[in-house]
């Protein structure tokens, strides 16, 4: 099994619908992350949480929210879901900053 | 504004031959760097990282490079292989914020 799941790997979805794009890992990391992979911008951070308890925007925040159900998921949702929020989209989780992250094989949603 | 810096989308090396990605950041407080290698319908992979206390940390055919002066890094592979045909990302973050800048990455393509 992967350390880092993402669900569902591919997803259309409607403007105006809700959505939500899951994650577990299996890594027993506090820290998780959600980033948005667009061509020609790179990864952009848009929440993470260091544990439960604590939760954090991202550069790109707006549109979207999160919740840490447990250590190990922390899911991503679009309340209405518009155009511009079709990306590629990769949860990470990370033991501390000398580590870098473990990264999700991601989330490919289309917004129609 | 983008705090790090990719210019180079696309590179082109034959087999055997030097690959040397590029990478340039803006914030003198980035301390921590690291390089993912990403593989299509794959989550990016942590290839190497540098500490701001080095200039150079060598891995195997990767060594990434770092000039604190010019705020700049670079990787190099040595001999490149076409299995290295990917997209490279580089990642900066400060110590202490646990979540790393990433740039907008470089697909690097090693010909046979």
């Known amino acids: 099994d992967a350390d880092v799941t993402q669900t569902p790997r591919n997803r259309i979805t409607k403007t105006g619908k809700r959505i939500m794009l899951e994650c577990s890992q299996t890594?027993?990391?506090?820290?998780m992350y959600w980033y948005r992979q667009d061509p020609g911008l790179g990864l952009r951070l848009i929440y993470y949480?260091?544990?439960?308890?604590?939760?954090n925007k991202g550069e790109i925040s707006d549109g979207y929210s999160v919740s840490r159900q447990a250590q190990a998921k922390f899911s991503l949702s679009l309340e209405s879901a518009i155009p511009n929020q079709t990306a590629l989209y990769f949860c990470a989780t990370s033991e501390d900053t000398g580590y870098g992250y473990t990264f999700g094989s991601g989330t490919r949603l289309t917004v129609v | 504004d983008q705090q790090v810096k990719q210019n180079s989308p696309s590179l082109s090396v034959q087999e055997g031959r030097i690959s040397i990605l590029n990478c340039d950041y803006t914030n003198s407080m980035f301390d921590y760097f690291l390089w993912y290698k990403k593989y299509p319908a794959e989550g990016p992979t942590f290839l190497i990282s540098i500490s701001s206390i080095k200039d150079k940390n060598e891995d195997g055919r990767f060594t990434v490079f770092l000039n604190k002066s010019a705020k700049h890094l670079s990787l190099h592979i040595v001999p490149s292989q076409p299995g290295d045909s990917a997209v490279y990302f580089c990642a900066a973050s400060t110590s202490g914020t646990y979540k790393y800048i990433f740039g907008t990455g470089t697909r690097l393509k090693v010909l046979a």
């Open positions: 949480s260091f544990d439960v308890k604590d939760i």
């Open positions: 890594k027993g990391h506090d820290r």
